[in-house]
């Protein structure tokens, strides 16, 4: 049990992960997240899980702070301290029509298995993913497989589109495209900016939340955030949720509460990450 | 089990049961740490009894034949009898004599609110101080761990039955406890990485230290009881495939409350607005007190705000102190004497300097631009006629708006029932507030599912938890085995309650 199985770099500091947990294997469905815990001083970190198969499952992990610095310090056959899971609701999944998908960092992995549940409800699924560079993208092929139209942004303009999934999807609804649902994963910002664009054609829009968690089992309140006007708990009332109506400004501003705190624990980490320093703000810089 | 037993040291010669004596030693106190050293450090506040003073104490005791003390003990822990040991000397019998109706004495003995419970009814405290019955208890528990050598009591052969127990808290400790001892195979599935329940992420370990719940629990393994961690049921088994596919013969469920309450007050999702369960876990479960070592960072604060009046409201503030805060204080909405926190506990945070901002209530908190926390504004109330739990109910005053400075306010008001598992079982009732509804012995509305403990009974004591789950395990047996006990007949009798 919570043994890695495999473990690979698939581009710098995006690592794939193989773990062993039959319980977590045998349950999840697609949207749903495991906690994990590297050691016992490691904090508990939510990782969506992408594919499962048998008695394991796969993680796509973006290696930013000191606990996802020590997973991707560990080796195969090495077993993390906890696994808890499956958490979370799972993602909606019914036919739609023609269904956009937005994925960008660890949400390229994360929109996989929603893809390949959608394609099997007969939707017809639009991908859109988005990176800095041509370098950092992954699962491409894959996500081939199950899509009948992808699209490519890199901010560099490296491959694709040069921009954001926001840019493609903007200029795919100026061109006459019409969807009947879209779901993003991925940085905060990327999914307000398509939140934003899709709402004024009212095309419905879930978006899957990576607040900050603790418990991940409704316990604590950590992970709440505002949707509609009420507060709601991301691990269990979640992570999807309706991106029209969630407060983005105060979602970003709870995901900066501890930036200081974890500064200082990356810093005094003995072990050195080869992730650099830029890159650990780098998510929310855009 | 029942009050028959306790005649024995009727005759003992070390106590006369004379008319009280003339020179009758003053209650014991107990050493502890001086309040400027202790909201330094996380170390446990009162050092515990030496034996002499425990003896001492114990000659106190009246032995009386009809104890009051044991009435008052939800457990009902044969109290003159393991007091009796104590006073021969006999410290590790003591603890056993107590460990036959309460498998958690070193906790009890440190957290129970004993003021309301067996010491508010000690015959000796009519005319003089109650016999320091947790203190005493406590003194004998200590003496058996520190001693390194706890007895396994006899365990009866393997039955052939497996029992599910969800949750480690003390219902769910107490259960596997008793039916280990009867020959069960007994698996816990606990939520969390670490055992305990409340024990370990709530109680900070200035109180009760963690290493005692620890022994517990390794105690409970030694007796055979498998504990299954990082297994929240509902989500990675439900309580319908423990007991088919796995092949579970009982379900016990002891999830306790944990669902925060907030206020619904504007500003409460700012940064630097905690509940109660995530401060608290945050410092105890995840050992955020020892950041950056331990990875979990907590925000520290230096101006705190914690609102309610219990226990977890007193453990928050006492925690925000030693996390290095110059000011706590804590806001609830109704006097002094309507506190429900435990005596002690009340007078330790007063010690300490944490300040008491009375029959007030914040009506909405302020933040700063990085949608951080700056100040409260809370308005001032005063009491009306009791309500229906018979306290004077709280009524603002109009136009008495005040406000306070602060970088953490933590919400300590109190927590609801956690809908995972009902949500997950639909043949689980529960009652208006998400309780699970039970018989008297802890039987649900679902066939071979029993529950106790908070999740049954909302916000209580860890004493009343581990009664819930010791009449459930009994329960358990009579279902399972057709083995009837006393405690079964005697709780069937009782009314239900609010129906
Ligand atoms: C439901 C959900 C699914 C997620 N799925 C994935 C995934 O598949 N792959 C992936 O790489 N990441 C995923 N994340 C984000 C991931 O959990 C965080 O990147 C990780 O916790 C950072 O930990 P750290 O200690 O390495 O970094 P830190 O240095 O501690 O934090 C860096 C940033 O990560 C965020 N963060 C910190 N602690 C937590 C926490 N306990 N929970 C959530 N976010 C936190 C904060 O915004 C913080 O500023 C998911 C988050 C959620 C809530
Ligand atoms: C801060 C604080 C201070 C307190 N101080 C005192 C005191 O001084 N004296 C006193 O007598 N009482 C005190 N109490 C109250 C007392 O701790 C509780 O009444 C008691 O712990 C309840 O026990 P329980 O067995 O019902 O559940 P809990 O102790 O709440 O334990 C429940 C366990 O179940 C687990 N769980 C939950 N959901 C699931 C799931 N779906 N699957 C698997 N596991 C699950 C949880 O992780 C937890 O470990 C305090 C409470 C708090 C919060
Ligand atoms: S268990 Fe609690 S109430 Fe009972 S005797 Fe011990 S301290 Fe008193
Ligand atoms: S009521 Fe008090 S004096 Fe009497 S037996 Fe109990 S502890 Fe001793
Ligand atoms: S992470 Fe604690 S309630 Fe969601």
Redesign the pocket.
Known sequence: MYEIVEKREEVPNIHRLIIREPNVAKKAKPGQFVILMPDEKGERVPMSIVETKKDTFTIFMLELGITTGKIANMHPGEKLYAVAGPLGQPAEIEYYGNVLLGGGCYGIGAIYPLAKALKAKGNRIVTIIEARSKYLIYLEEKLRIVSDEFYIATSDGSRGTNGHVQTVLDRLIKNGHRFDHAKFIGCTYMMMNCSNITAPYRIPTRVALNTIMLDGSGMCGCCRVSVGGKTKFACVDGPEFDGHQVDWAELMKRKAAYQEAEMISYQTSPHICRALIENYFGESDE | MSKKDSPKPKGKPTTSVKKSRPTRPPRVKMNEQPPAIRVKNFEEVPFGLTPEQARLEASRCLQCKRPK?VE??????Q?PDFIALIAEGKFVEAACK?KET?VL?AV??RV?P?ET???ATCILGRRHEPVA??YL?RFCADFERLGGHVELPKKAKPNGKKVAIVGSGPSGLTVAGDLALLGYQVTIFEAFHKGGGVLVYGIPEFRLPKEIVEKEIHYLERLGVEIKYNHVIGKCKTINELLTRDGFDAVFIGVGAGLPRFMNIPGENLNGVYSANEYLTRSNLMKAYLFPDYNTPVIKGSKVIVVGGGNVAMDCARTALRLGANKVTLVYRRAREQMPARAEEVHHAEEEGIIFKLLANPVEIIGDEQGNVCRVKCQNYTLGEPDASGRRRPIPIENSFFELEADLVIIAIGNNANPLIPQSTKEIKTNKWGNIITDPIGRTSMKRVYAAGDIVTGAATV?SAMGGGRLAAKAIHFDLMGVSDPMITTACQLPKEDE
């Open positions: 003390c008052g003990c939800p457990v009902q822990v109290i107590i309460n004495p009890c003995g129970c004993q419970q067996c010491e019955i947790g208890e004493i």
